[in-house]
């Protein structure tokens, strides 16, 4: 009994300690467990927050792959430009949007997939999808065509930690804006509440080298055949994954992007015009596009095209008001009318001890009256039953003189002369300035008018896109800043450079009368000329360079000087004068600037040789060719 | 039989335990246990202490996670994105007043189509609120042209117990926020500058990032270290879209 006692009592106290353990185990458990758990959790917050900064910081890096690759176009060794790729639609029409797309290893990315996980759920706000914004969307647009050919990212699959999974161009419109409509107008708001589509809810957004405006509503169609840059809506979607899967963070950023380069409203941008020629200005003012060397940009048959969204602008812009330059172009073709008249006959003879040129017979006709006149004479009878001359084409080749200047009078009646009625079609201010014609080299006689001999693609005075204004040579931009802002993007880029070593600060006097280069094709220069003006004096002038020509009061080009610059030419002064004299040389490619308040002088005739000022936005980009694009704005959407 | 009954009691007896086997092993146990609780005890320090670095980290990350979304939105929309400006309410300033321990802002931080203007600032001490030092955030939406001057919203307290920011004795030695230009050198912006002079205005403009340099002390002391507070420190740096 007692050793059973023993047994008992021995084996109770054996189980106390182990219980005293487990119990003592058990709590330490408990303890560890919860420090695990804690430590888990802190683990996870740790991979959400690196997870959403990865995340941030992909969508960011896509925006900037891309912004880079759109500067430049694609070509055997740069096949990775987009410059040439790019929307010409605005979204949800036909070539609207571009998606460049970075798949990881074996992943398939297809932004317009309902049913993937980078579905693009923020596209149907950018056309009239009936989707509000601030709601996902959750379909595609149903035009045909309305997606360009996926773009596969430069980024090598699986080699970024900081892959984005696709990124979308588009261009930015007042939709697309919303709600920040860019004319800050209330109909864009009201259209968009009433589900509406059109201008100017639809309208695209355009850049004018220092802020946003809407494209005008005119015949142009694109920004820059109105003296702007488009703007592109660039958006980005990068997905972490955690674990397998796709269950990381969702980033969404968008960027509004423009190129940094200008595009001018006209090759040459003044408020006022001087004119004294009397003929045919040997100047010519080209608006078409051109080529970096200075050749036009043609079609496979042989037109004039648009290269890579760069389309012909008209050959004249003002920043307020055209009448003046208006009544210049038309004292020019007055004169022309007047010259051709006395100089030559209908049989292209000339007379009064003139030389009747190609360009002025052809001005003149081959009919007995001219093409044109200047006046018109009216003779009233005194004695009444007078004759009404009201002669037009005067009295023909041999008398030598334009119609309505020599009339004689009857007895008993008066002749005057008044200005030709600008609504009668052979009044001078029909004569077209921007005809090659008027550069033609020789003639024969033909119906009406002689047949001329042109070269190809040979320029004339005043070519280019047919501008807004009374005379289709001029362009306005009706936004009254756009012109300043354009000047003001080219000074920035001037104080910009300052610091550079491709800026040159010569003494104008230095220039004048010496031959000097500045830049290259690869590497353009920023040139501010020091001093008042610059005359470049005389043969020994010769000017040539690649990029920015800043002129702070004056320039002038005198007879066998030369200038021969790529890129463009601002005169800064509002006050300054451009003056090209008869027998100056050369050529301007790319734009031409004058500062508001700077007038043009057109030079007279003499010259065989015009001096080219051509549009070429090949020529215009070098000169900004060391900026990036610019970014307008960038914003976090909630998608 | 009563050697038999000895033996029998002998035998019984070397089988218990001796008063003094008892002590010892009641030693041992107690020894084990105190050990055990003491080491259970420390565990629970630690936990605490732990938890509420895990709960100063989050909240710390959490003013951080804000105010860096909210500075990626500051400048938007900015003015050139609109051909006029007939409502200056919908244009968002960017920076408006800088100092080392306040940025006043604008920018669509919603994502709502409004304007607002957030005002992050150190407060050292309030007397009506004991846990500061703190950092508080005011936003109010834009309603005049005059950004310095959009009134004051809803201040809403957004960290406690900061430890004080400068490079003074007894502060963390950096400031709560540090400028920096697109090539990453640090811009000085003394005690304080805004954008009503034309020069402070240039200064501003040239800054790129921020830097937010938080250090945060537990409300409680900490149970692991007597007479110690906990002290987390974070920093991140914002890219400013302006």
Redesign the interface.
């Known amino acids: 009994m007692a050793r059973a006692l023993a047994k008992t009592k021995s084996k109770k106290e054996r189980g106390m300690a182990l219980l005293l353990t487990l119990f003592a185990l058990l709590l330490l458990s408990g303890i560890g467990l919860f420090m695990v758990l804690s430590s888990n959790t802190e683990t996870r917050i740790d991979a959400n927050y690196g997870s959403s900064l990865r995340a941030y910081y992909a969508a960011r890096s896509g925006l900037e792959e891309v912004r880079d690759r759109i500067r430049t176009v694609s070509s055997p060794t740069n096949p990775g430009g987009l410059a040439d790729k790019l929307p010409t639609n605005i979204a949800g029409n036909p070539n609207g949007v571009l998606y460049i797309v970075n798949p990881a290893n074996g992943e398939t990315i297809d932004p317009t997939d309902i049913t993937s996980p980078y579905f693009d759920d923020d596209l149907c706000h950018a056309y009239n999808s009936g989707t509000p914004k601030g709601i996902k969307c959750t379909g595609v647009p149903t035009t045909s065509g309305w997606q360009l050919q996926s773009i596969s990212s430069q980024v090598t699959p699986g080699t970024s930690p900081l892959g984005y999974k696709w990124i979308r161009i588009n261009m930015k419109t007042n939709r697309t804006a919303a709600p920040y409509f860019v004319d800050q107008a209330s109909a864009a708001a009201a259209m968009l509440a009433a589900g509406q589509s059109g201008a100017p809810l639809d309208t695209p957004v355009c850049w004018d080298g220092q802020a946003e405006q809407l494209l005008p509503s005119n015949s142009n169609p694109t920004c820059e055949t109105n003296g702007m840059q488009t703007v592109y809506m660039l958006t980005a979607l990068a997905v972490t994954s955690q674990g397998s899967g796709v269950n990381g963070t969702r980033k969404m950023l968008q960027a509004e992007v423009v190129a940094p380069s200008i595009r001018p409203a006209g090759v040459l941008t003044t408020a006022s015009m001087t004119a004294t020629t009397a003929s045919v200005p040997p100047v010519a003012i080209d608006g078409r596009v051109h080529n970096l060397d200075g050749s036009l940009f043609l079609n496979p048959d042989g037109t004039p095209a648009i290269k890579n969204g760069c389309s012909a602008i008209s050959a004249l812009a003002t920043n307020t008001g055209s009448s003046q330059m208006v009544q210049m172009l038309n004292t020019i073709r007055q004169n022309i009318v007047s010259t051709a008249n006395s100089s030559c006959k209908s049989d292209g003879s000339g007379m009064n001890g003139n030389i009747c040129t190609a360009a002025l017979w052809w001005v003149r006709g081959t009919d007995s009256t001219t093409r044109f006149v200047t006046s018109v004479t009216t003779t009233t009878s005194s004695g009444g039953g007078g004759h009404d001359g009201g002669s037009s084409g005067g009295p023909g080749p041999s008398s030598g003189s334009d119609g309505g200047d020599s009339h004689g009078t009857l007895s008993g009646s008066t002749t005057t002369n008044t200005p030709c009625d600008s609504t009668t079609a052979n009044c001078y201010t029909h004569l077209n300035l921007s005809d090659p014609s008027l550069f033609a080299t020789s003639a024969v006689s033909g119906l009406h008018v002689p047949t001329v001999t042109v070269a190809a693609n040979q320029p004339a005075p005043f070519i280019g896109n047919s501008g807004n204004q009374a005379d289709s040579t001029i362009y306005q931009p009706p936004a009254s800043q756009t012109v300043p802002n354009e000047i003001a993007a080219v000074i920035n880029l001037v104080a910009l450079s300052r610091t550079k070593s491709n800026y040159f600060n010569p003494a104008a006097a230095t220039l004048s009368t010496s031959a000097n280069t500045f830049g290259t094709a690869n590497a353009p220069a920023v040139v501010e000329v020091s001093g008042s003006s610059l005359v470049l004096q005389g043969s020994t002038a010769n000017l040539t360079g690649y990029g920015v020509l800043v002129i702070p009061g004056s320039l002038e080009i005198t007879s066998g000087a030369q200038l021969h610059w790529n890129g463009i030419v601002l005169v800064q002064s509002s006050t300054g004068q451009l003056t090209v004299d008869s027998g100056a040389l050369g050529y301007i490619n790319g734009g031409l600037l004058l500062a508001p308040g700077a007038v043009f002088s057109v030079p007279s005739s003499g010259s065989s040789q015009p001096f080219q000022i051509t549009y070429s936005c090949d020529a215009v980009d070098l000169a900004f060719k060391p900026l990036p694009f610019k970014v307008v704005s960038t914003a976090e959407t909630s998608f | 039989m009563a050697a038999a009954r000895s033996n ?1 009691i002998k ?2 007896r070397s ?3 001796s008063l003094l086997e008892l002590l010892v092993s009641l030693l041992i ?1 107690l020894t ?2 105190a050990v ?1 609780f003491q ?2 005890d420390q ?2 320090k ?2 605490s202490s ?2 509420m670095k ?1 709960d100063l ?2 909240q710390a ?1 959490e003013f951080v ?1 804000q105010t860096i ?1 909210d500075l ?2 500051a ?13 200056l309410t ?1 244009v968002a300033a960017g920076l408006v007043s800088i100092s080392p321990t306040q940025i006043l802002f604008e920018g ?1 931080v919603n ?1 709502d ?1 409004n304007v607002y203007s957030v005002d992050l600032y150190y407060v050292a001490n309030d007397p009506n609120d004991p846990n500061c030092p703190c950092i508080r955030r005011s936003v109010v939406q834009k309603t005049s042209a005059d950004s310095l001057n959009e009134g004051v919203g809803g201040s809403y307290t957004e960290t406690d117990h900061v430890f004080p920011p400068g490079t003074g004795p007894g502060q963390s030695g950096e400031d709560l926020f540090t400028y920096y230009d697109q090539n990453g050198g640090p811009v000085n912006v003394g005690t304080g500058i805004d954008i009503s002079t034309p020069a402070n205005a240039a200064t501003i403009s040239t800054i790129k990032t921020i830097k937010i340099n938080l250090s945060m002390l537990t409300n409680l002391r900490d149970p692991a270290t007597p007479n110690g507070f906990i002290r987390t420190s974070i920093s991140a740096t914002s ?1 400013l ?1 302006q």
């Open positions: 029998s035998r019984t089988r218990g335990y146990l084990v246990t055990v080491q259970i565990m629970q630690k936990s732990e938890v895990v980290s989050q990350r996670n979304r990626h939105m400048g938007y929309p900015n003015v050139t994105m609109y051909s006029n400006q007939q409502d919908k669509d994502n189509g890219r879209n």
